[in-house]
């Protein structure tokens, strides 16, 4: 990007999206944040971009030295040679050979160091220019009017040297530097989370953006190796294309019919029920199916780890390798205390746009609920996502687990109504056995079948029987079954017996 050209590119692709492009050249930006948040790692990734759009970068340091600043640049795989760095620290035993000016902040008046600023600028007549920290000329000027002067100085300055240029603030001050705010072009504020356990989260803010239509809210961002990976806030409503709402089988007839004629592309089915039930094998069953009709598909597991689905899948008769072999199946193990809701939403729309994902799987919510700070977020971002793969004509599978066995099984929140297929799955005791059954609580795409069937799994994946007509007390959450054995499915030692079964 030529210098004069309408936008400037941050280096960050996903805060180029936030801001719509970028940001407006030959202006003055504040980045604001406690230290260890990332300022320094933007603000040296922003003059790099420039660099590479054959514009040259000014980085003057009032804080940290020219060696501290090459060994951050280090640790991201990057040379700070296309760049100039202005060292404005003591440094001892420089030879007379070296470059960069040496000024003490200390020992000279702030204005002095503010002409010294001036003078690089104008023997570099650099296009991009990154001023870290304010907290330097703050401590200088002693008083709020000669600060707030020196910057405006500052400011015109720039405004007549055709700069781009950001300036870091630790937030040392005592509350917030609203009259820089004021001053500023445009304010990006960075702020890092602790919780009780888990990696610490970090995540940006717009607070003004003059003459830009920009996203706003909190965007999840990490600081990896090659800089600052910035998830944008997702939002449905910029993703939807045309698609037909057609029926995809589960790869089972009775579970087909018992949808109301089997998966509809564009909605979210939700599968609840208590532990070992078989939630993850009827999705892995659905996945199968999907993946043998030649689709693609992209599985977030939370709970369990990977090979134990995979050897548990495969003795079911459904080997998952030979899809993953193929790229056509991504299966990711997720630690939800080290992922934050904003990079999962981007992993899923990664695995839709650029894998062309037209199945997605989440097991379990309960897990990705535990990476969210409440009950409320999780619901809108559940929201958005939802409407944003329902947009892109994706099959959603979603796996909630509940607590309990039989009686009163309760989940953590209650998601049924985000989802447009709700099926319920529950033991049920009939004989002196504990069974399963299997029932759609409701679809907003089909007439579904509004009876129970009993299911179980075995060597051949899951195996439905007929619907059962002899049940009391399943509102109550403890179902039993009142009608006779020959109805139930019947025990693979015993086909005459009509009792037993696998739990699963």
Known sequence: MQQGSKIAS??????????????????????????????TTLGLGFLLAGAAAGQSGLYITLAETEVELRAVAATHGWTLDPITIFEMVPADGLGDDQEQTLLHPSEVELGETVRAIMAKVDELRPARVIIDSLSELRLLAQS???????????????????CTVLVLDDKSASGSDLQLHSIAHGVLSLEQLLSG????????????????????????????RGGLAVYPRLVASEHGVRHDMGFVSTGSQEFDAL???????????????PAGVGKTTTIVQCVYAALERGEKAAYFLFDERAPTLMARSAALGMDL????????????????????????????RSAVEEDDAQVIVVDSLNAYL??????????????????????????????????????????????SYLADTAVQLRYFEAFGAVRQAISVIKTRTARHERTIREFRIDTQGLQFGEPLTHFQGVLTGVPTFSGEGKSLLASRADPAAGRGGSAG
Request: glycine share 14%; aromatic share 8%.
């Open 197 to 224: 356990f888990g990696a610490q989260r970090r995540r940006l803010h717009v607070v003004k953006m003059r003459g830009l239509r920009y996203r706003g809210g909190y965007h999840d961002f990490e600081i990896e």
């Open 144 to 162: 709020p009017v000669r600060y707030r002067r020196q910057i405006l100085a500052l400011k015109h300055f720039f405004s007549t040297r055709q």
């Open 259 to 273: 949808l109301g004629g089997g998966l509809v592309v564009g909605t979210a089915t939700l599968l609840t029920g």
């Open 321 to 348: 390798q030979p899809f993953i072999d193929a790229g056509r199946l991504a299966l990711r193990a997720i630690d939800p205390a080290e992922l934050s809701p904003g990079e999962f939403a981007a992993a899923v």
């Open 370 to 415: 535990q990476s969210m700070p409440s009950e409320k977020f999780l619901i809108l971002q559940m929201h958005e996502l939802l409407t944003y793969l329902g947009q892109r004509g994706v099959v959603t599978l979603l796996i909630l687990g509940m607590h309990g066995v039989m009686g009163d099984v309760r989940a953590d929140v209650d998601l």
């Open 10 to 39: 941050t280096g960050i692709a996903g805060l180029d999206d936030i801001l719509n492009g970028g940001l407006t050249p030959e202006r003055l930006y504040l980045v604001e944040g406690t230290p260890g948040t990332g300022k």
